[in-house]
């Protein structure tokens, strides 16, 4: 792949206002794009309504621009998008290669927390039922920029994944994977809590004959208690006066050098100054999620990403 061809992106949901922890991925994955002077693109992950708080999308693009992260071309909004994904859907059924489930969660919780195939050859309609992916070609393993070959659980690998709920909404890796898909993104930054889904988003895009996007998962960002910073956890919305501050502090977190002159310099040459010294092998490893819940482990090596289910 040439640097010009690189296509980075940044896709929050807007479920709340961005925080640090948000504020890592959106830096890390615009560095990575800007360093390889690639384009760096916004999508807003709307497609769950009952999450998505009022005005919550618009407040997240004036903090991107607030903070100097400046988007390529117009934002994809997920929720323009449902004709795309009801073709994707179509496309699979009419391949035999999804299938409808009636099995509730209570049922899959009961035989171990994986789904184990029972509706496959049973011809539900949709009626009252989700849709799952047959999964012809399990990905038990995927190259990761930064930790190397994670390896996942073969459960998790075999399982047929939802792609429409039974409620009616599109399911998060099949939405992800067709907008990756469509707007051309060979790059995939983020945080690492979004290691488990890559395995099964890396199946989709093969079942559906796509290139595969090169991913690179950034560690996460705790608070005082050892928690991920989120939206669910209450983490305070990113501050709204000197970005110059916060931007310095989330450098230091990715491992990148920060000019001791940054104080008197504009937002713009702090930002030029981290494209021009982004180097991806200084970022730290360690994902800090804690292992003390349900979890399934990805391994690379020695180390262990553990990631909660």
């Given amino acids: 792949m040439s640097d010009s061809a690189c296509i980075g992106r940044f896709a929050p949901s807007p479920s709340g206002e961005l925080h640090f922890g948000s504020l890592i991925a959106a830096l890390g994955s615009y560095l990575s794009a800007r360093a390889q002077h690639g384009r760096w693109l916004v999508r807003i992950e709307d497609i769950d309504p009952p999450r998505e708080v009022p005005g919550a999308a618009d407040t997240i693009l004036r903090q991107l621009e607030h903070y100097g992260l400046h988007w390529d071309g117009e934002v994809l909004r ?14 699979l059924r009419a391949h035999r290669q999804s299938y409808f489930c009636t099995c509730t969660r209570s049922r899959i919780q009961q035989i171990g927390g994986f789904y184990d195939g029972h509706c496959r050859d049973l011809h539900h309609g949709p009626e009252n039922a989700a849709l799952r992916l047959r999964q012809h070609a399990p990905v038990y393993q995927f190259s990761d920029r930064l930790r190397g070959t994670l390896v996942a659980n073969p459960r998790l690998a ?8 039974r409620d009616g909404l ?30 099964r988003q890396i199946a989709l895009y093969q079942q559906f004959g796509w290139p595969v996007p090169a991913y690179l998962h950034l560690p996460l960002a705790l608070d005082e208690r050892g928690n991920k910073l989120s ?42 100054r981290a494209v021009a010294g982004w180097d991806s092998r200084q970022i730290p490893e360690q994902s800090g999620l804690k292992g003390d819940e349900t979890t399934t482990a990805f391994s690379n090596g020695s180390q262990q990403a553990m990631i909660s289910r």
């Fill in 158 to 165: 075999e399982e047929d994944f939802i792609i429409h709920r």
């Fill in 170 to 199: 599109f399911a998060y890796n099949l939405a992800v994977v067709v907008d990756d898909h469509f707007q051309g993104v060979t790059e995939i930054v983020r945080g690492a809590d979004l290691i488990e889904p890559t395995v």
């Fill in 78 to 91: 997920q929720s323009t998008r449902h004709a795309a994904y009801r073709d994707a859907l179509a496309w």
């Fill in 231 to 272: 939206k669910q956890n209450h983490a305070p919305s990113l501050p709204d006066d000197d970005a110059r501050p916060v931007l310095a502090q989330a450098l230091r977190f990715l491992g990148q050098p920060v000019a001791a002159s940054w104080r008197d310099e504009p937002l713009e040459i702090l930002l030029k």
